[in-house]
Structures are given as structure tokens and as C-alpha cells.
């Protein structure tokens, strides 16, 4: 954009107008006044909405967050709002898809604590964003997730859009599509959490949307650990299993998902049975009876442990070759009559043993 004496044009008389970023209507500037690079876009809103467009943006320049490409000027020029923002280099999630590949579901899980940060910040100082989507999410060379296009007349939308946004933008990142009528099938907790917050009947509290998002940026299934490892030693198996014994003693009630994808294992092999509402539990893993009953989770948890000791889960007739002192422990849980299982104080007994015994 040049003017008739062939000089770049400026914005307010202060920042040089350069090339453009990417396919999108974002430009390089710079800042002749602070001597920074900079990126600026035109407000392009009807006339009827400029007025808000300006309070928005007005708005946003005051947001300071870690994780949001912040506003740091809005100018008029050629009748129209301009803002200013903090360049930012990065590229966009929805680039990094398209170019290379769905992420994997930790580097995904990082981005969601990024921009969930962002959100939270923005909507305790009463800022709905209004346009959450790949394109506005920036991957920097560092590993940030920032969240740009604030700014924009949100139109009156609820801070609830913003996470059914972020769970899709999050679903793009992992199957390289949006969600459409119908999201990724999948009983891994990150495909569970995103299918929630997609419901039409709103996401989960912001909180568990949170802690699940911080467990899976950095722990990993417990069905990963054994497709990357193999079976796992019976003590550790053991240790498994007191971990989610410990959530089913906390729950007090049926919880009708203990699978191997939704336990998750951390960098020191402690383990957690998520807290999220599932979709149920994978055949091979549910109960002969399908009865709602803590009885039915802990033949889950003895289908589970089996699948962890001997890297399989259980068929009928299958052996145990390598459960050990394991194995008197998951023919207990396994049992085809309930009242022959153990209760969770009688497994936990017998899952200590294992422990002590270093599961030989």
C-alpha cells in the first residue's frame, strides 16, 4: 500500500505499513515510535457495528496475559479502526496442521492449557472472545500456545461459546478436521473431554476441563505406556492399581471407565483414573454382568491390570505368563460372579502384597 508519492504508506502517521502475514489480512508494520515490528489489521465491520468494534478493541488492548497476542494500539484511518498488535513469531495451528500433521495428543493438550489460560483471564475481565479457532491460535518456536484476535465485537456471546470453540479448534488440532455433527470416536480422555465440552448441553465446569488438560500435557494412557513399552513388572502393575483403587474409594460410586486409555501414568509411573464422565467402557474391558455396580469397575480394573501385566486384555482361556505373584490377585477381580470378586479394602490388601513382595 503506497501513497502518490510512492512511500510506504503509515497508520497514524507512525507505523510504516510492510508486507503481509500469511493468506490472511493481517500486515507487517513498524513501529516507527517504539522501533518494533508490530502486526495490524482493519477492523472490515459493518457501520452499525463500528461503535463496538471500537469499545472491543478499546477493551482488549488492556488484557495482559502470557498466552494472548495482546492489542497494543487501535488507530482510525481511511474511516476505519485499525488495530496494533504485539508481532508474535509463530505459526498458526491451523498452518501447522494443513502442512505437516494432526498433533499428538500432549502437544494438543498444551496448546488447550494455553488458550484455556487466556480465556479465563479475558473472561474474568468480562472479555468474551468471540472467535476462537485454529487460525487464531499461534504455535511459537518455543512451545507457547498465544491466543490472537481479540478485538473483534463478540456479539454478545457467553464465555460458554468460547470453550465449545476451544474444544473444536482442539479437535481440529488432533483429526485435522472440525467436529461437524459428529466428533472423533475414541475412549482416550482427551476425545472424551472434547466430546463433553461439544455437548449441547455445555462443557464440564472449567475447572475439570483444566486439570484434565494439565494431566495430559504431560502424563501419558496407560494404554500408550504399554503399546511404547510392553508389559509392565507386577509390582508396578500393582502400584497401578492401588492408584485407581484409591479414585474408586473416592468416588464411592460406580464409575464405569476404568479402561487403560483412561488412566493416566506420570513421568515417576504414578498413575490416575481421570475424573471425567465417559463414553463407557471398551468391551473387553466391561464387566460379563453390564451391572452399574463397584463390583462391575473392579473386574474393569482386573481386566485392565491383566492387560498392563501381559500386554493384552483378557480372552477367555488366556494365560498368565508373566503376572507373577500378580496372578492369584487378577483371577480374584477377573471372577465371572461378583460375589466371588474382592471388595476394594480385600484388593487393596492383596495389591499391597504385590508391592512388597516386588511383584516376583
Known sequence: ??????????????????????????????????????????????????????????????????????????????????????????????????????????????????????????????????????????????????????????????????LWSLAATLHYAVEGRPPGQVPAAGAD?????????????????????????DLLAVDRPLEAVIEGSGPLPPAQVAAIGLAVLDRLAELGEFHGGVQPGNILVDADGRARLTPLPRSGTLPAYTAPEGAVTQAADLWSLGATLFAAAEGRPPAPGASLTRAGTLAPVLFRLLSGDPLERPTLDEARLDLLAVVEQGGT
Not at 498444551?110 to 484455556?116: E, M, N, P, S, T
Request: glycine letters at 8%; proline letters at 9%; a positive charge.
Open 189 to 213: 480422555p482427551f476425545r472424551s473431554l472434547l466430546r463433553a465440552m461439544l455437548h449441547p448441553s455445555g462443557p464440564p465446569p472449567t475447572e475439570v476441563v483444566r486439570e484434565t488438560l
Open 1 to 162: 500500500m503506497r501513497s502518490d508519492m510512492g512511500e510506504t504508506k503509515k497508520l497514524n502517521g507512525r507505523y510504516r505499513l510492510l508486507n503481509p502475514l500469511g493468506t490472511g489480512s493481517v500486515r507487517l508494520a513498524f513501529d516507527e515510535a517504539e522501533h518494533r515490528d508490530v502486526a495490524v489489521r482493519r477492523l472490515r465491520v459493518p457501520p452499525e457495528l463500528r461503535d463496538a468494534a471500537l469499545f472491543e478493541a478499546r477493551r482488549a488492548a488492556g488484557l495482559r496475559h502470557p498466552f494472548v497476542v495482546r492489542v497494543l494500539d487501535v488507530v482510525f484511518e481511511d474511516h476505519a479502526p485499525w488495530l496494533v498488535m504485539e508481532f508474535v513469531s509463530g505459526t498458526s495451528l491451523e498452518q501447522t496442521v494443513r502442512s505437516r500433521r494432526p498433533l499428538p495428543v500432549p502437544q494438543a493438550a498444551r496448546v488447550g492449557v494455553c488458550v484455556l489460560s487466556a480465556l479465563t483471564a479475558a473472561h474474568e475481565a468480562g472479555i468474551v472472545h468471540g472467535r476462537v479457532d485454529p487460525g487464531n491460535v499461534l504455535l511459537t518456536t518455543t512451545g507457547r500456545a498465544l491466543l490472537s484476535g481479540f478485538g473483534f465485537p463478540s456479539l454478545s456471546m457467553l464465555p460458554s461459546a468460547d
